[in-house]
């Protein structure tokens, strides 16, 4: 089951039902921030969160990178995936390891 909002209209979900959330356009606002922080209070059963970052410079991702992963989180098997038009980065809290993914690599090679 998937759900995509591109509306400001509130939309409900049983949030003992979301296992994986995906975030576009992440550009660490004061209200993406309380939203993304309400997010993993309230969504127990809550696995993976994936951020598309929107950064124009690498300073500016690793910053918004940092202050996400200072969040509390409810589970050590908890991820985040961060993305951006080229790398993927996966932190894993269970294993306190980041991977990077360049895709672009990949396609061109």
Same mark, same amino acid.
């Given at each position: 089951?998937?759900?995509h909002?591109?509306s400001? /209209?509130?939309?409900?979900? =049983? #949030? !003992?039902?979301?296992?994986?959330?995906? &975030?576009?356009?992440?550009?660490? #606002? =004061?209200?993406?921030?309380?939203?993304?922080?309400?997010f993993? #209070?309230?969504?127990?059963?809550?696995?993976?969160?994936?951020?598309? &970052?929107?950064?124009?410079? =690498? !300073?500016?991702?690793?910053?918004?990178?940092?202050?996400?992963?200072?969040?509390?989180?409810? $589970? $050590?098997? @908890?991820?985040? /995936? @961060? @993305?951006?038009?080229?790398?993927? @980065?996966?932190? $894993?809290?269970?294993? =306190?390891?980041?991977?990077?993914?360049?895709?672009?690599?990949? $396609?061109?090679?």
């Amino acid at each position: 089951m998937g759900l995509h909002c591109v509306s400001n /209209q509130g939309v409900f979900i =049983d #949030r !003992n039902e979301v296992k994986v959330l995906e &975030i576009y356009g992440y550009r660490g #606002r =004061d209200r993406e921030l309380r939203q993304v922080t309400c997010f993993l #209070r309230e969504m127990r059963f809550l696995q993976v969160m994936k951020v598309e &970052i929107d950064a124009d410079d =690498d !300073n500016k991702k690793q910053q918004l990178i940092n202050h996400l992963l200072a969040l509390p989180i409810r $589970s $050590s098997k @908890f991820q985040i /995936q @961060f @993305f951006s038009t080229f790398n993927w @980065f996966i932190w $894993s809290y269970e294993t =306190d390891v980041c991977i990077v993914h360049k895709c672009l690599e990949e $396609s061109v090679g």
